[in-house]
C-alpha cells in the first residue's frame, strides 16, 4: 500500500480503517510541509498511525515518496485544505492528537482572517479530536501564539496541559531554520473537555 491516501470521494468521511487499513485512532500533523517531523515521529512510533496534511502538491509528493522508501506502513499523506478535512473528511472522534507546528502566521492585520484558527474553528477540531484527543501547537511567532491560546481558551473546550513531549519531540524543518535564527519557540498543549 502506497502511503499516498487519495480519497475516491471528497463529499464524504473516512474512518482510521479506511485511510490505514486498521485502527481506529490516528495522529494528524496539519501542514506537514516536506514531512520532516511526520516521518521521525512515524519511526519512533510504529505502534500508532499518522497523517500528514498538506495543501502543496510538491511537499505532500516529496512525503509520501520518503515514506514509501523507508517502509514506513504507519503513515500516510493527503493533499488537501486543512480545514476542509477536519470539518467535512474526519471522522468524528477520531484523531488522537493534532500537532500543529510552525504554521504560516499571517502576520499583517489584514491577513488575520486567512489564520486557520479562528473562533469558529475551535468547534471543528473539537469535534475531529477523539474524547481525551489533544492538540499540540507550536510556533516561533508570539503574536499568532498569543492568538491561538487566547481561541482556544475562549471556546472552553479544551483545557491546557503541561506540554509533556519533552526532548523525545521530533523537531521540523521550519523549527530549525527559526533556531538557527536564534528565534524563541512558543508551546501549547491541550486536551479535549467533553
Ligand atoms: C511554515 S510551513 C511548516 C511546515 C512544517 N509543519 C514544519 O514545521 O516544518 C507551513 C506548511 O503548511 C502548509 N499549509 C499552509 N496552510 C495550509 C492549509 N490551509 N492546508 C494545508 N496545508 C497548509 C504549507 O504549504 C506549508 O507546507
Not at 5 to 19: G, K, M, T
Not at 59 to 70: E, F, H
Not at 79 to 94: C, D, N, V
Not at 163 to 168: I, K
Request: aromatic content about 14%.
Amino acid at each position: 500500500m502506497s502511503a499516498a491516501f487519495i480519497p475516491p470521494d471528497y463529499f464524504r468521511r473516512y474512518s482510521a480503517q479506511e485511510i490505514f487499513g486498521e485502527g481506529d485512532r490516528y495522529e494528524v500533523d496539519l501542514g506537514c510541509g516536506d514531512g520532516g517531523f511526520l516521518l521521525e515521529l512515524a519511526a519512533r512510533h510504529p505502534e500508532n498511525k499518522y497523517l500528514g496534511i498538506e495543501r502543496l502538491l510538491g511537499r505532500i509528493r516529496k512525503v509520501c515518496s520518503r515514506a514509501d522508501r523507508t517502509g514506513l506502513t504507519n503513515v500516510r499523506g493527503l493533499r488537501i485544505e486543512s480545514r476542509y478535512f477536519l470539518e467535512w473528511m474526519a471522522q468524528p472522534g477520531s484523531i488522537s492528537r493534532l500537532h500543529y507546528l510552525f504554521p504560516d502566521p499571517w502576520p499583517k492585520g489584514k491577513h488575520h482572517k486567512h489564520r486557520l484558527v479562528q473562533p469558529d474553528f475551535m468547534p471543528v477540531l473539537h469535534r475531529a479530536l477523539a474524547q481525551d484527543g489533544e492538540f499540540l501547537f507550536r510556533t516561533d511567532h508570539e503574536d499568532y501564539y498569543e492568538w491561538v491560546c487566547e481561541c482556544v481558551r475562549d471556546s472552553g473546550l479544551f483545557r491546557e496541559v503541561e506540554w509533556t513531549p519533552g526532548d523525545e519531540y521530533p523537531t521540523t524543518d521550519f523549527q530549525r531554520q527559526w533556531e538557527a535564527l536564534g528565534r524563541s519557540v512558543f508551546s501549547a498543549q491541550y486536551r479535549r473537555v467533553s
